[in-house]
């Protein structure tokens, strides 16, 4: 059986080896156009940022050995080819023709079956000063690119960086770049920093923590081109200002590289190649995976494009089994599928930790689920433990059946572990638990690690309790929607005592501030402090833990439960400006 793959990352490296294992008779080879194969791309940044010091530790496994064509023909039997560009693929004869880049002949290669794992590619945009390559201007794709980033700090010594677009590695680069001592500017044509994952409350939070790390943000506006001084980069420039700039990072996404299989007539969607649970395509003799695929989403049932390099390694365990399994009538690999994926990512931003994982309320609404969510503020650990601070939790599950959709959280770096509350989610996504089960699940407690009920628990019983009508509330975004939009037809009661106001702000408008510990007291002596009728009454404390006993006494009091809305994760979650 011949295999030939093409794509020598991720995937394609993660498909020779496991292919080896358990079709041990299978002649496979890999195509790789470039000169490296199997190295670490999402250690990039790190290396760059000098927290990884040892470059060969982006392309050796854990005992030493480079993973390079020698070490895939001793350990997997595999023909590494690098330098060989895939031209072009006849799937009548079942050959693909490539180009020896180094002598620029031409080879075929025959194949039994074809797995293209062909990548993505860095979007360069069209603008003035980017017409050709230009001495200062880098995307981060390759290990080539990592390289030489890191050779022009050294050499050059830039001292002021732009980084356009703030996804992912544009966030991550932006701190490494802060270690390397650059001044550091990032620029989005979205309003906030890693809005896909952050959302609009969190992504205040992440801007906060550029900011307070030294780095300029300017959200809302268009790259409209570079300038140079003929030799480098010496300026960028946007609808609304200049920067000066010695170095310069396009980070404003990758398209996939669909050409070889699109020419070939497979079906692409709307961006990647479409494939089937098996990650075959519509050719059963062509497999596609990794970042020129698209997956099943988990909760959509729709295509979804997701470049990630654990999606990838995740996509060669299933070709390489199916593969081996179509060879052996019956074999229980034949049967191994995708299982699809739900958009899960988490980021370090500094001292910050985001992460996300399945819908938000919007996409989730967009995708046609009664989608209702809730943010919570608890502490990460006991509050008594050294290094206690607050974790931010905004779970999404569907109305109707109480399924859990999703989740974004915002916590510290190295304590809390926000990555685990993240995996518990999309676990319980996968599954089609619901709140309910997520509430019940028998998760890890001792004080260094969790509270005694973790902060997803408590996440979890909130939107319960918001589900069941219990308890109705508004989010710190929907509350500055009523504030933007002129709505004064509210009152703002603060249970927070009056050190707490002073050091932490007062939201905007008519405010009454009861200390909890005196608001049985002060209903029961003015039965009509708050308004009863007229307004609503949105009940603010530090996390809403007070805010909600405080929502208890007022409806023991004969307030209305409808014209009353506690202040999701209180004023730690209140990113916007206050009194």
């Known amino acids: 059986m011949k295999v030939l793959i093409i794509g020598g990352s991720a995937c394609g490296a993660k498909t020779a080896a496991r292919l080896s294992r358990v079709a041990p008779k299978a002649k496979i080879t890999i195509l790789e156009r470039g000169e490296d194969i199997s190295y670490a791309s999402c250690g990039f940044p790190f290396f760059i940022g000098k927290e990884v010091e040892n470059r060969s530790s982006l392309t050796s496994v854990g005992f030493g050995p480079k993973r390079d064509a020698s070490y895939f023909d001793n350990l997997f039997f595999t023909t590494v080819l690098t330098g060989h560009e895939a031209l072009s693929v006849d799937r009548e004869k079942k050959k693909v023709g490539a180009k020896i880049l180094a002598t620029g002949k031409t080879k075929t290669f025959s194949y039994d079956k074809l797995v293209l794992v062909t990548g993505a590619t860095p979007i360069r945009p069209n603008i003035p000063g980017l017409e050709k390559p230009l001495p200062g201007v880098f995307a981060l794709s390759s290990l080539k690119d990592n390289f030489a980033i890191d050779e022009y700090i050294t050499s ?42 952050a959302g609009e409350g969190f992504g205040l939070f992440v801007k906060k923590e550029l900011e307070k790390n030294g780095v300029r943000f300017y959200g809302g506006e268009k790259l409209t081109g570079v300038k140079s001084d003929g030799e480098r980069v010496t300026c960028v420039v946007t609808d609304k200002r200049e920067i000066d700039a010695d170095f310069v990072l396009l980070s404003i996404g990758v398209t996939p590289n669909v050409a070889l299989g699109g020419s070939a007539g497979l079906s692409v969607g709307k961006k990647g190649l479409l494939v089937n649970q098996f990650l075959q395509t519509d050719d059963p003799d062509i497999y596609a995976g990794g970042d020129c695929a698209e997956s099943l989403d988990v909760l959509t049932g729709k295509p979804r494009w997701q470049a990630m390099g654990s999606t990838a390694n995740r996509h060669g365990r299933v070709i390489a089994d199916h593969i081996a399994g179509a060879y052996r009538e019956g074999d229980i690999l034949s049967g191994r599928r995708f299982g699809g994926v739900e958009g899960t990512a988490v980021v370090r931003v500094f001292d910050l930790c985001l992460g996300k994982t399945g819908l938000s309320l919007h996409e989730a609404k967009d995708a046609g689920y009664e989608a209702i969510d809730v943010l919570t503020s608890n502490p990460d650990i006991l509050s008594f433990m050294p290094g206690s601070t607050q974790m931010f939790i905004n779970l999404v599950a569907d109305e109707a059946t109480r399924r859990v959709l999703g989740a974004r959280i915002l916590g510290p770096v190295g304590r809390g572990r926000i990555d685990k509350r993240l995996d518990v989610v999309a676990t319980a996504a996968f599954g089609a638990l619901t709140v309910d089960d997520l509430s019940d699940v028998d998760l890890a407690y001792a004080p260094p690690f969790s509270t005694a009920l973790d902060p997803l628990t408590h996440a979890a019983n909130t939107l319960r309790n918001k589900i069941d009508g219990i308890m109705t509330s508004c989010s710190p975004e929907e509350l500055k929607k009523r504030y933007d939009g002129g709505d004064s037809n509210f009152v703002i009661l603060d249970v927070r005592n009056a050190k707490e106001l002073e050091a932490s702000g007062k939201l905007r408008g008519e405010l009454v501030n009861v200390p909890l510990v005196t608001l049985k007291e002060r209903i029961a002596k003015e039965p009509d402090l708050l308004p009863r009728k007229n307004k609503d009454i949105v009940i603010v404390c530090r996390a809403a833990v007070r805010a909600w006993s405080a929502y208890s006494i007022l409806a023991r009091a004969g307030y209305d439960r409808r014209r009353m809305f506690v202040l999701e994760g209180g004023m730690s979650a209140w990113g916007y400006e206050t009194a």
Do not use: F, W, Y
Not at 156 to 174: F, H, R, W, Y
């Open 156 to 197: 050059q010594n830039p001292k002021k960086a732009v980084i356009i677009g703030s996804g992912l590695i544009g966030t991550e680069m932006a701190e490494a770049l802060k270690h390397r001592a650059l001044d550091v500017t990032m620029i989005d044509a979205l309003p906030l920093p890693l809005m896909s994952i």
